[in-house]
T-cell receptor, first 116, second 116 residues
Framework: AQSVTQPDIHITVSEGASLELRCNYS??????LFWYVQSPGQGLQLLLK??????LVQGIKGFEAEFKRSQSSFNLRKPSVHWSDAAEYFC??????????????FGTGTQLKVEL | DAGVIQSPRHEVTEMGQEVTLRCKPI?????LFWYRQTMMRGLELLIY????????DSGMPEDRFSAKMPNASFSTLKIQPSEPRDSAVYFC??????????????FGPGTRLTVL
């Protein structure tokens, strides 16, 4: 069965600093990988996704992630963090469903705090 | 599109009462997912539907939980009787499969359930 590990429960960065959130996955085949963000009291919003091709994926809000098969990782990065990026971030791996679509398994999330 | 709509946004009830959570997926989407989010267990998939048919309910915690999708635009998750340990945020998500593996799940804002 697929699984996702986000080793950092909490991360604090200063505004303007760079950010990297770690994600490791376990999956028997080529994984379909996602990063979602959840602001307080809100649902989850997709930041980016990887299915195939270029291992560096660009997303919304200036985020990017790099798929590294040799390390079973899909870390999320942003060169300069803004105070509005404070939220909880979830990495997920997708199991392809018959007829299309994905069944997602989520990591436990990383809470990002941004210091002004 | 209004996105995935969930109601109510907040529900407070007493132990033993019946609780019904509602979801309206994005028009045209043929997959609907119910998730539960708690501090202890994170985001868990409870059940998902394809074309209104329940496909996998292995995540439903026990017989007190039931879900239905009478038509393409409406789904319910019912807990009867409710217990304090059911307190959580329940999310509904939808996606359009149509054989496309790259589809994204779009999440609703969630229903925060508190069982006293």
């Amino acid at each position: 069965a697929q699984s996702v590990t986000q080793p950092d429960i909490h991360i604090t960065v200063s505004e303007g600093a760079s950010l990297e959130l770690r994600c490791n996955y376990s999956y028997g085949a080529t994984p379909y990988l996602f990063w979602y963000v959840q602001s307080p009291g809100q649902g989850l919003q997709l930041l980016l996704k990887y299915f195939s091709g270029d291992t560096l994926v660009q997303g919304i809000k200036g985020f990017e992630a790099e798929f590294k098969r040799s390390q079973s990782s899909f870390n999320l990065r942003k060169p300069s963090v803004h105070w509005s990026d404070a939220a909880e971030y979830f990495c997920a791996v997708g199991l392809i469903l018959t007829g299309g679509g994905n069944k997602l398994t989520f990591g436990t999330g990383t809470q990002l705090k941004v210091e002004l | 599109d209004a996105g995935v709509i969930q109601s109510p946004r907040h529900e407070v009830t007493e132990m033993g009462q019946e609780v019904t959570l509602r979801c309206k997926p994005i028009s045209g989407h043929d997959y609907l997912f119910w998730y539960r989010q708690t501090m202890m267990r994170g985001l868990e998939l409870l059940i998902y539907f394809n074309n209104n048919v329940p496909i996998d309910d292995s995540g439903m915690p026990e017989d007190r939980f039931s879900a239905k999708m009478p038509n393409a635009s409406f789904s319910t998750l019912k807990i009867q009787p409710s217990e304090p340990r059911d307190s959580a945020v329940y999310f509904c998500a939808s996606s359009s499969g149509f054989g496309r593996r790259t589809d994204t799940q779009y999440f609703g804002p969630g229903t925060r359930l508190t069982v006293l």
